[in-house]
Structures are given as C-alpha cells and as structure tokens.
C-alpha cells in the first residue's frame, strides 16, 4: 500500500494509517528518503522536510521541539512522560500547526518541500482548523503527510483532502507458542526494548493477576496497586492483548460446546477499552481507571 505514496512536483497530501506506530512512520520515511536521496538519520534536518508531533515543553512552558518517533512510541506505552527536564505534552498546538505554515510559504531548496504530522490525532481545535485552512490555501509545491492509527481519529474535513492510505496487515492471523509471543507480534517496538524495561517478566505476572482476578483470588484493589505502579498505559494494552489472546483460544476449544460466562465477560471488558484510553488522555485518575477495570475482571 505504501506504493501510493508518491512524490513528484505536484503537491499531493497523503493520510498514511496504522495502528502500528513504528511501521507507519518507517515506511513513510523510507520512502522519502529514497525520493530525497538522503539518509534515514538525516532525514529530519533536511531544510525541506517539516516534521512535527506531540510537542516538548520545557520549564516555562516553551515549546522547545516535537518528540521523535522513538520517544512517541515510548510514551504511548507509558515508559515516559518527559525528555530530560522537558515533559511531553499531550496535544499538537496551533503554534506548532503556525509554525509548519510558515515553512510552507518558503521556497524549496530544491524541488519540492514536505510537511509530516506525526500522531495527527493529537492536533488540539484551533491546530485542526488551521490545518485545514493551510491545505485548502498552500500554493508552494509542499505535499502534507499525516501519521495516525485511523482515518476516523481525523476530522472529515481534513481527511477529504488528502489520499488515505492503510497499510495495517491483512495477513492470516500466525500461531503463536503463548502470550509473550502474542503480545509482542502485536507490538513489536516493545520486543526490542523487552530487555530494558523487563518487560517479559511484567506480561507473565500481569497474565498471573488477570487470570487471578477471573479465579476471584486475588483482591482486585491490590492488584490495582500493582498495575498503578507499572504503568496504567501499558497495562491497557496488554489487558486488550490478552482477552483477543484467550477469546481466540476460548472459541477455537469450544465450537462444539457452550460458550463459558467469562467470554461474555471479557468482550464487554474490551468494549470498553476505547473509552478507557480516551479517559487516559484526559488524565483521569489511573488509580480511579484500574481500580474499576480490576473489578470488573473480578465481577
């Protein structure tokens, strides 16, 4: 799909989607890379290329510069919120969208210029509106690239101006040897960083607890507490990896049988989920979050 991702001298605007945060962005700057003729570690200093995302905000509230792709992904996850003393602000500001427009107005060095948003669901209102306005106005030959996991996390009116493209897989679902394996097949970034962060022994034990709380014996307040202390972000997803994991396994063991009460449980569990992560980025309480969701299991 990323073949329709084409630069020539007509400005074309592109919405590239995946819930696969690092694939998305490599992909993309692989492409551009080899139609500017320059290096992956160069490719954000290059005076044609404009990229931004969630913003770094220093002591006095100055937007110092956006995350990388790498850092996004980290805090994503919930492995940081700040960049040495720089905390990582939750939303794409208009001076940052103000900043991107006057690049625009700017002659290219050579042929052409590119303007890359990554995580572009993160643009606050006014960002949103003055994107919109800056891709119906641009006249420089400047196509526009915007990351992000759906085409429905944008507003209409922005996604009708650009080409969609998705390059989430349709591969046939693989067999997996257990949940670690699972897990890290669907987040792959965190398989290469596994080691730093321990991340093998937090799934085993989050699996232990989940499963605990099913069993009601474990007291879903204490577990809570753990899972505070770990992280609410990446406890989410791997809670959503791990009812897709024993729902698949459930069903393919009982076709012939009735289905047990648990997987109604579960599914309802992972209705909700979305709703839980929009909660998340309004910094609702953790605590608050994964005091309910352990009950819940535990129901």
Known sequence: MIDQLIFDDISRNYLVTSSDISK?????TEK??????ISSENILRNPDIKYICQ????????????????????????????IDSNRIGNEITINQVRDLISFTQISAHKSKKIVIINNVSKMNNEASSALLKTLEEVTSNCS???????????HETIRS???????DS????AIHKDFNDYFYSKHEFLKKISEEYNLDNMLVDTVTQIEGLLNKTNDPIEIANIWDKTGVKLIIEVICAYITFITKNIISTNLKNKLPADLKKLSNIYEKIPNIKTNISMN???????????????T
């Open 24 to 28: 998305r962005y490599m992909l993309t």
């Open 32 to 37: 551009l890379c080899k139609f500017m003729n």
């Open 55 to 82: 913003p770094k905000i220093d002591k006095s509230g100055k937007i110092v510069g956006s995350i990388s792709n790498h850092d996004l992904l980290l805090n994503h996850y919930g492995l940081i919120n700040k």
């Open 144 to 154: 526009f690239i915007l990351l992000c996991n759906s085409s429905n996390d944008v």
């Open 161 to 167: 101006r650009c080409q969609t493209i998705s390059i």
């Open 170 to 173: 349709t591969d046939i679902e």
């Open 284 to 298: 609702i309480s953790s605590k608050y979050l994964l005091n309910n969701l352990s009950i819940e299991l535990a």
